[in-house]
Each structure stands twice: as structure tokens, then as C-alpha cells.
């Protein structure tokens, strides 16, 4: 059984950096395109982020491109998100992700699902 567990979330200030980390356990996802995935109270889960399995191919949701940075490392199983410039908007509950194929920038077909780690930032 696969288990990604985010961390690296918690309350900052409008401007502020963050970094999100996400373990997996269980299996290597060394294969598996990773993303992150974030929350807002009353809202859908919505896209933020992928990486592919090497590393080299990226993906952002446009409200976040220039500010936040996926990466990987698979040697450590180990999916990381860093997060700058942060804005009051980005507050949510962002969830890592893992799918064997390509990652669609919408929450549907994922394979494995963190629970997620709350980022808030106040203005």
C-alpha cells in the first residue's frame, strides 16, 4: 500500500516562502508523474503543480507559474514544492499526488492521494 505524507505547511505571511515536502512509502513512485493539488475552503480541489518521472518535464497552473517550483527526488521518494511570493489566494490545503501516466492538470485518475497539508497566508 502507498502512503505520501505532506509536510512543510503552516501560516506565513503575504510575500513569504514555503516549502512543501511529500514522502511516499510503500513502493518506489520513481515511475510515476507526481504533482500537488490544492484546496480552499468552499472551493473544488484544483491543479498546481506536476513533474514527470525524470524530472525534466514540468507543469503549472497558471496562478501559481513563476512562483512555485515542483521537484523531485527519487532517491529519497521524496516529491518537494517550493512555494514563494505567496499571496493570500494560495491558502489551501494542498495535497500531493501520483499517477503511473501522463498527469492531467485536473484532480481525476490520480492513483495515490496524500491527506494533505494546510498553507495559510495572511495578508
Known amino acids: 500500500q502507498v502512503q505520501l505524507v505532506e509536510s512543510g505547511g503552516g501560516l506565513v505571511q503575504a510575500g513569504d516562502s514555503l516549502r512543501l515536502s511529500c514522502a511516499a512509502s510503500?513502493?518506489?513512485?520513481?515511475?510515476?508523474?507526481m504533482g500537488w493539488f490544492r484546496q480552499a475552503p468552499g472551493k473544488e480541489r484544483e491543479f498546481v503543480a506536476s513533474i514527470s518521472w525524470s524530472g525534466y518535464n514540468t507543469a503549472y497552473a497558471d496562478s501559481v507559474k513563476g512562483r512555485f517550483t515542483a521537484s523531485r527526488d527519487n532517491a529519497k521518494n521524496t516529491l518537494y514544492l517550493q512555494m514563494n511570493t505567496l499571496k493570500p489566494d494560495d491558502t489551501a490545503v494542498y495535497y500531493c499526488?501520483?499517477?503511473?501516466?501522463?498527469?492531467?492538470?485536473?484532480?481525476?485518475?490520480?492513483?495515490?492521494w496524500g491527506k494533505g497539508t494546510l498553507v495559510t497566508v495572511s495578508s
Open positions: 510503500g513502493r518506489t513512485l520513481s515511475t510515476y508523474t
Open positions: 499526488a501520483a499517477e503511473r501516466g501522463t498527469m492531467a492538470p485536473v484532480p481525476n485518475g490520480i492513483d495515490y
